[in-house]
């Protein structure tokens, strides 16, 4: 007897804890597949340029968070304070690692309204898993079209790459990778330096039930970005500030950004150039906020 | 490649000399997932020695994969020891696995398993450590010093159904995260269905489906991939037979 009640139990904690913000129709089988999500992007990727953003200095930063979680609490108080230090005048543009919201349209559209005008200050927004509950993809799309891109900044000497990946189904999927090896290939060479954006964290670095790519597409990536001189990789997803290191490459996943987060931070990326200059460095220098 | 076979063929002179305690598993796997490049296929052997209660067991794989670099798939050493604790059966194995992803990369683990079987249900429950680091031949050229990567804890289990049918015949379906060669994060649970057929005492033949998918913690799964695998596995001389650990996926 007493076992039906600790399921009872345990399952009733789940249901109350987790209803609000996960959707679980996707444990067995997802409609929103990555193959499909790609090509999507790829078909919106047609009509809309990769953005250029051109800066007056050798020197330039984005404001880079994750995990915004915009609906899980019924204030946004840490996103409005992030918005609030991106309008200052340092800032080139904004990167959002996903998470942004519980999916939910509303949920979606509210973050969306915060945003800064994109002719003053672009933003670039990732999807996470979250972004895929409650049917959340197709809002997504409307909201701010492709989960795979790439954006350019440019000061007067130098140009950086910046290439923002799908994970939410804890995969990038074959076409997705195909294409990520490819933007390597070809264009890797005609930048400086080359920062990797995706929601889902990579490594394990305490005992965690955030989802990790599996080790098959975990070893492709690292030699990957080895192979093409990578700079950093930025994730989120786990909700809690991790630094790793492997030859010249700098892996950050980042802390939430939610109002319920305890340590919620968000990244200042420096594009410097004293620490250019310097062998084996990653070109930036970084920080950590509180919002 | 060289240092792998060395311990292997090591391993498997041991077992010659010491005939009738060896026994060997070899196996043929195909399948395809997200990274593989389209098929893959991989040739995997394992040897073990039993002595005075302990069981050695050398593992290698080769694998052909237009994604792979390496021919190598990876090298797994093995010990392990049966206990008794409480009435019950407990095997502890220990292992380490070496694995060159790469002309640049290596992926290198090791770990602690328990395994329980009971009559319906087989249990595994151990933790596992890894580290990526560069081979020493690309550090040189890179001018990289010596910097790895690890990731201090994660726990490997497997929870097997065990249906035998007839004398002969066996299923065992499985939800696992480790398997021959493979040790995914506790995050990455696949199925296997593993099927074998005793052709006499000492002797088995196998086959095992499994199927991968990614994104199960994400609530939002996605395939990843599967694969087939067929494999022979034979028992010379007179090991007990609870002390058999040949098969890949038994670690």
Not at chain 1, 85 to 91: K, Y
Not at chain 1, 105 to 124: G, Y
């Given at each position: 007897m007493k076992y039906p009640l600790l399921i009872f139990a345990a399952g009733s904690f789940l249901w109350t804890s987790c209803l609000k913000e996960a959707d679980f129709t996707g444990l067995v089988r997802s409609t929103d597949r990555i193959e499909k999500r790609f090509a999507q992007s790829m078909e919106w990727n047609e009509q809309h340029p990769f953005k250029n953003?051109?800066?007056?200095?050798?020197?330039?930063?984005?404001?880079?968070?994750?995990?915004?979680?915009?609906?899980?609490?019924?204030?946004?108080?840490?996103?409005?304070?992030?918005?609030?230090?991106?309008?200052?005048?340092?800032?080139?543009?904004?990167?959002?690692?996903?998470?942004?919201?519980?999916?939910?349209?509303?949920?979606?559209?509210?973050?969306?309204?915060?945003?800064?005008?994109?002719?003053?200050?672009?933003?670039?927004?990732?999807?996470?898993?979250?972004?895929?509950?409650?049917?959340?993809?197709?809002?997504?799309?409307?909201?701010?079209?492709?989960?795979?891109?790439?954006?350019?900044?440019?000061?007067?000497?130098?140009?950086?790459?910046?290439?923002?990946?799908?994970?939410?189904?804890?995969?990038l999927g074959k076409s997705q990778l195909q294409w990520l090896k490819d933007i390597l290939e070809t264009q890797r060479n005609l930048y400086d330096r080359c920062v990797v954006f995706t929601h889902n964290n990579f490594f394990r670095d305490h005992h965690t039930a955030s989802t990790s790519p599996l080790t098959d597409e975990l070893l492709v990536l690292m030699d990957l970005f080895e192979k093409h001189h990578i700079n950093m990789v930025i994730t989120a997803h786990d909700h809690k500030r991790v630094l790793n290191q492997l030859g010249n490459i700098t892996y950050i996943t980042l802390d939430a950004l939610r109002d319920d987060a305890k340590n919620a931070t968000y990244l200042i990326l420096k594009k410097d150039t004293q620490e250019s200059l310097k062998s084996g460095s990653t070109g930036f220098l970084f920080s950590f906020e509180k919002p | 490649m060289i240092k792998g076979f060395t311990a292997f063929s090591l391993i498997f002179s041991v077992s010659l000399v010491a005939r009738s305690q060896m026994s060997a598993d070899l196996s043929l796997t195909t399948g395809s997932n997200q990274v593989s490049l389209g098929q893959y296929g991989k040739l995997g052997g394992q040897f073990s020695y039993f002595y005075r209660g302990w069981n050695f067991s050398a593992g290698a794989g080769a694998v052909f994969s237009a994604a792979r670099e390496k021919k190598l798939d990876a090298v797994r050493l093995s010990v392990s020891k049966d206990y008794v604790i409480k009435d019950k059966n407990i095997t502890t194995v220990a292992f380490y696995q070496f694995a060159p992803f790469s002309a640049r990369l290596n992926d290198h683990a090791a770990g602690l398993l328990f395994n329980h079987k009971s009559r319906r249900w087989y249990y595994d429950l151990g933790l596992n450590t890894r580290f990526y680091a560069f081979t020493q031949k690309y550090k040189g050229k890179a001018g990289y010093g010596e910097n790895v990567l690890w990731e201090p804890v994660n726990v490997i289990y497997r929870l097997t159904w065990h249906k035998p049918i007839g004398d002969k015949f066996e299923i065992n379906p499985s939800v696992t995260n480790f398997d021959q060669f493979i040790i995914q994060q506790e995050t990455n649970p696949f199925v296997l269905a593993d099927f074998q057929y005793k052709l006499n005492v000492k002797s088995k033949i196998y086959f095992d489906v499994a199927y991968q998918q990614s994104g199960f913690f994400n609530i939002r799964v996605n395939y990843f991939g599967y694969y087939l695998r067929g494999g022979y596995k034979v028992n010379i001389g007179t090991i007990p037979e609870n002390h058999i650990k040949l098969k890949p996926i038994e670690l």
């Open positions: 953003i051109l800066v007056s200095g050798e020197e330039y930063k984005l404001l880079i968070t994750g995990d915004v979680h915009v609906g899980s609490s019924s204030t946004i108080n840490n996103y409005l304070n992030f918005l609030e230090r991106a309008e200052e005048n340092d800032i080139s543009s904004l990167v959002f690692v996903g998470d942004i919201s519980t999916g939910r349209e509303k949920d979606q559209q509210t973050f969306k309204d915060h945003l800064p005008d994109p002719a003053i200050k672009p933003s670039f927004v990732m999807i996470g898993n979250h972004e895929l509950y409650f049917d959340g993809w197709k809002y997504f799309y409307r909201l701010f079209g492709t989960s795979t891109y790439y954006f350019t900044v440019q000061t007067p000497s130098k140009k950086d790459l910046y290439i923002c990946l799908d994970s939410g189904s804890g995969t | -």
